[in-house]
């Protein structure tokens, strides 16, 4: 099982970045699927996430600026985060997540400057 993080970057405030994991081992239709991040110094934060029937749900700190969605045929997860702010800088990850079976990503940085 692999998942793959990637579109992070350096932005400045205000602006947008869409990260995305590709997932190889299983099926982002079947498993619930979710991004975090982590700051330095804090606890790992759950953002969003997707169920198998596809209703998002998000963290009250990014609604309405994070939009997750999927795309079954590409077997890939989107984060789509716009009006970026400082506070969001940190380490972002994506995780597949069914019954027992439990995977992460190995994170793509965030970094928003003021």
């Known amino acids: 099982v692999q998942l793959v993080e990637s579109g992070g970057g350096l932005v400045q405030a205000g602006g947008s970045l869409r990260l995305s994991c590709a997932a190889s081992?299983?099926?982002?239709?079947?498993?619930?699927m979710a991004w975090y991040r982590q700051a330095p110094g804090k606890q790992r934060e759950l953002l969003a996430g997707i169920s198998r029937t596809g209703t998002p749900n998000y963290a009250d700190s990014v609604k309405g600026r994070f939009t997750i969605s999927r795309d079954n045929a590409k077997n890939t997860v989107y984060l789509q985060m716009n009006s970026l702010k400082p506070e969001d800088t940190a380490v972002y990850y994506c995780?597949?997540?069914?019954?027992?079976?439990?995977?992460w990503g190995q994170g793509t940085q965030v970094a928003v400057s003021s």
């Open positions: 081992g299983v099926s982002v239709s079947i498993y619930a």
């Open positions: 995780n597949a997540k069914l019954m027992v079976w439990d995977y």
